[in-house]
T-cell receptor, first 114, second 112 residues
Framework: EPEVTQTPSHQVTQMGQEVILRCVPI?????FYWYRQILGQKVEFLVS????????KSEIFDDQFSVERPDGSNFTLKIRSTKLEDSAMYFC????????????FGPGTRLTVL | KQEVTQIPAALSVPEGENLVLNCSFT??????LQWFRQDPGKGLTSLLL?????REQTSGRLNASLDKSSGRSTLYIAASQPGDSATYLC???????????FGQGTRLTINP
């Protein structure tokens, strides 16, 4: 069964450094998402992406975040200058369409900012 | 602003029991509701999706119901097994939006 994959599974970085989290969505899906979950808190939406454009973003997704689909298979989340409070599990998800289809989640990347 | 609440926060039951997990949401203008399972330190596994026009969905021992007008959904697990131990999350999607809004989850423990 097709699944969303994410790399790396765990990333440790120093405060102020840039990190790139990578995702490979399910191949026939057209909508891509990033969510995050700070330890002990709810899963929070960051951004959705369709047709090489951001289609929706939350107030969390400020100028230090960016997303890109650099090729036909990868979807990336970049954090330009990491802060301690960016430490969280970051989940990528994808869906076939935006008309009510199931969002399928990847296993997550645990980001630790020191 | 949509708020999603799950009660109880934690539940522990003996193996073999049937159980119900609850999810409530404040804005009934939803497009669909999704139930997920999350194992410790792992990703989210989609269990069931209910569209706003549906009343329930079934998958194996799982049955999810939706009462949109009252802002409630339940996840019924029949004949629970130790392997069902996990955190169960519900999430709603508002019409016209793409984001899912999550509850905080119910941590379920099935005791052998």
């Amino acid at each position: 069964e097709p699944e969303v994959t994410q790399t790396p599974s765990h990333q440790v970085t120093q405060m102020g450094q840039e990190v790139i989290l990578r995702c490979v969505p399910i191949s026939n899906h057209l909508y891509f998402y990033w969510y995050r979950q700070i330890l002990g808190q709810k899963v929070e939406f960051l951004v959705s992406f369709y047709n090489n454009e951001i289609s929706e973003k939350s107030e969390i997704f400020d100028d230090q975040f960016s997303v890109e689909r650099p090729d036909g298979s990868n979807f990336t989340l970049k954090i330009r200058s990491t802060k301690l409070e960016d430490s969280a599990m970051y989940f990528c998800a994808s869906s076939v369409d935006n008309r009510g289809d199931t969002q399928y989640f990847g296993p997550g990347t645990r980001l630790t900012v020191l | 602003k949509q708020e999603v609440t799950q009660i109880p926060a934690a539940l522990s039951v003996p193996e073999g029991e049937n159980l119900v997990l609850n999810c409530s949401f404040t804005d009934s203008a939803i497009y669909n509701l999704q139930w997920f399972r999350q194992d410790p330190g792992k990703g989210l596994t989609s269990l069931l999706l209910i569209q706003s026009s549906q009343r329930e969905q079934t998958s194996g021992r799982l049955n999810a119901s939706l009462d949109k007008s009252s802002g409630r959904s339940t996840l019924y697990i029949a004949a629970s097994q130790p392997g069902d131990s996990a955190t169960y999350l519900c999430a709603v999607r508002r019409g016209g939006a793409q984001k899912l809004v999550f509850g905080q989850g119910t941590r379920l423990t099935i005791n052998p």
